[in-house]
């Protein structure tokens, strides 16, 4: 964890100390850079298709409804607090970058309906959280032409249903005020923001609610320690990550004096690796599969840091993305801070490696034959199920090649059904080893409290790439000793997956899930989609391959009607050598 200098907290005192005498707007982007940014984008073809796609949503918006009080799942009201802070921050931006009066009236339409709310469902805090954010970001992008009614009724709305709730956590020493995972990320940070927001009229809550919210912004970069990877996966890198650097972007000189933490730097590489060939990232953890476009907080990272590389992949994404007609995400609520934070071009094409590990609670590998659309891509992980949203994917893997992906994480599952953050967790299918391209050991589950499962081994140089993982932790009361080896041929994008199972208890089965067709024939798979072919080889004389149905066990679950499972069913042995290659 990174220690508070006295260099930082004198910096807090002076930047909590100056709030009340900010101009407005005090977020992210000060009246005096809206020149700058205009220049900038008139020399960058790149930002300006960003800024278009950011105006067509802005338009898009004028037509959606206003939040309301809608709970439909009983708990999260948090669906009406991210539409707010999308249509507000869109429509306040769109009104910042061209003047036109629908958008400005469009903002307040929506302040108005969130600040008419009966609450902002402190019960599930990151509800209160981003509400707070929308309220902050049109009462600051918007206050020159607020009424002093618009004013107060704002600020009013801030301090009675954000900060105070709040202050109650923090002097409770609620769950989230102390740096445990996303959550405390993106209430620390919605906090502050508007306690930022509104100092100066805020009955003496901001200087206090922003100093916490800071401290605990800062003690969350534990997180990506001691190399970059976020335990809870790509999913939850963007969501706690985007307010976090929110948080640091909004303080000036300060978050920038912070950010030179290099744990910063490189949890934008983590993400980076994260990301195939496809543009899907691996979802381990409770993520879903969806195509990438780069985050807000990528775009910061990438230039606060000056990172050729992932300033390079970066606006390749971007540009990849509108291409293809998909533009920046509808879901992207912050979607105009990218085009804030987009870093300019690099001079000269930079050499990213095609290989990277990454350590800590959820050890993690990628490896791939280049940087192209079509290119061969392989993840890995050890970790833990223990992990805060963690699953139960110990030794499990991800393969891309010929622009598709062909072993899949099928990622999370619906958060309200019985128990899902709790007893009955481990009972759902998709959090099991039975649901990943992993190994199941005398038909028992992996160890849910396993200690993190290591990377013990790596050589990320040559034609040959490799990884070693230590499994046994994840393995205990099923086998002795457990590794699992993948090795990665950059030539042809083949990956050969090698385990070292000692005095299983019972037969083992390696899995893999697959949406594609797959047939059995003797010693290999032959898997077929969107017209390419791939083949799993069973290298090892032992085992017998299947193609089974990947159903779960109740019709609450989902129900995975497109994937299958492929199953290579070896009997127990003293000790049990296994070798599988994937030959794209």
């Not at 409770?172 to 940070?189: A, L, T």
């Not at 972007?249 to 912070?258: D, F, H, M, N, S």
């Not at 934008?268 to 990232?281: A, K």
């Amino acid at each position: 964890m990174l220690k508070m200098t006295a260099i930082w907290l004198a910096a807090v005192a002076i930047a909590v100390g100056d709030l009340s005498e900010k101009p407005h707007p005090r977020l992210w982007f000060p009246k005096t850079e809206e020149g700058e940014l205009r220049d900038q984008l008139a020399k960058d073809p790149l930002a300006m298709r960003l800024q278009s796609a950011v105006m067509n949503e802005a338009e898009r918006v004028l037509n959606e409804r206003v939040c309301r009080y809608e709970i439909p799942d009983g708990k999260r009201l948090l669906g009406e607090s991210r539409r707010a802070l999308h249509n507000i921050m869109h429509s306040a931006w769109a009104w910042r970058m061209g003047g036109e009066e629908k958008f400005r009236l469009r903002a307040i339409a929506e302040l108005e309906a969130a600040c008419g709310l009966k609450d902002w469902n402190p019960s599930h805090f990151l509800d209160t959280a981003e509400m707070a954010t929308a309220v902050a970001t049109g009462y600051d992008w918007l206050y020159q032409t607020l009424t002093p009614e618009q004013r107060a009724m704002c600020e009013r709305a801030i301090i009675d249903k954000a900060l105070k709730p709040a202050k109650g956590v923090y002097d409770k020493k609620g769950w989230w005020s102390i740096p445990r995972n996303n959550w405390s990320q993106v209430c620390g940070s919605g906090i502050a923001l508007a306690a930022a927001a509104i100092a100066g009229n805020d009955e003496g809550l901001s200087e206090d609610l922003f100093d916490r919210g800071l401290k605990l912004v800062e003690k969350c970069s534990a997180f990506y320690q001691p190399d970059g990877m976020y335990p809870e996966g790509p999913g939850y890198w963007h969501y706690g990550t985007n307010y976090h650097v929110m948080m640091l972007a909004a303080c000036g000189p300060l978050g920038r004096k912070t950010a030179e933490a290099p744990i910063l730097q490189k949890a934008g590489g983590s993400i980076m690796h994260l990301t195939s060939s496809t543009r899907l990232t691996y979802n381990f953890a409770d993520g879903n599969a969806s195509l990438a476009t780069p985050s807000p907080a990528q775009c910061w990272l990438a230039g606060r840091y000056k990172d050729a590389g992932q300033t390079q992949h970066i606006r390749a994404l971007y540009t990849r993305a509108l291409d293809e007609g998909k533009g920046l995400n509808k879901n992207e609520r912050y979607g105009p801070l990218s085009v804030l934070w987009l870093p300019p071009a690099p001079e000269g094409e930079s050499a990213i490696p095609n290989a990277a590990v990454f350590h800590g609670e959820q050890a993690m590998a990628m490896f791939r034959k280049g940087w192209s659309d079509k290119d061969a891509w392989l993840a890995i992980k050890g970790g833990t199920p223990a992990a805060s949203h963690g699953h139960m994917d110990v030794g499990s893997f991800v393969y891309d090649a010929h622009g598709v992906r062909w072993f899949h994480d099928l990622g999370s599952d619906d958060y309200n059904l019985p128990g899902y953050f709790g007893k009955e967790r481990w009972s759902y299918y998709r959090m099991q080893n039975r649901s990943h391209n992993t190994l199941e050991i005398n038909g028992k589950l992996q160890n849910a409290d396993a200690k993190p499962c290591p990377l013990i081994a790596s050589s990320l140089t040559g034609k040959s790439l490799s990884a070693t993982f230590d499994l046994s932790a994840a393995y205990v009361g099923s086998a002795g000793k457990v590794q699992r080896t993948s090795r990665f041929d950059t030539a042809t994008g083949n990956v050969r997956i090698e385990d070292e199972i000692t005095s299983p208890g019972g037969e083992v089965c390696w899995r893999a899930l697959t949406d594609a067709e797959a047939e059995v024939r003797g010693d290999q798979v032959i898997l077929k989609k969107n017209g390419k072919q791939i083949t799993l080889h069973r290298i090892s004389d032992i085992g017998t391959w299947s193609i089974t149905a990947a159903t779960p066990p109740t019709s609450a679950e989902k129900q995975n009607k497109e994937f299958r499972a492929v199953v290579l069913t070896v009997p127990k042995a003293e000790t049990i050598s296994l070798s599988v290659e994937i030959r794209p």
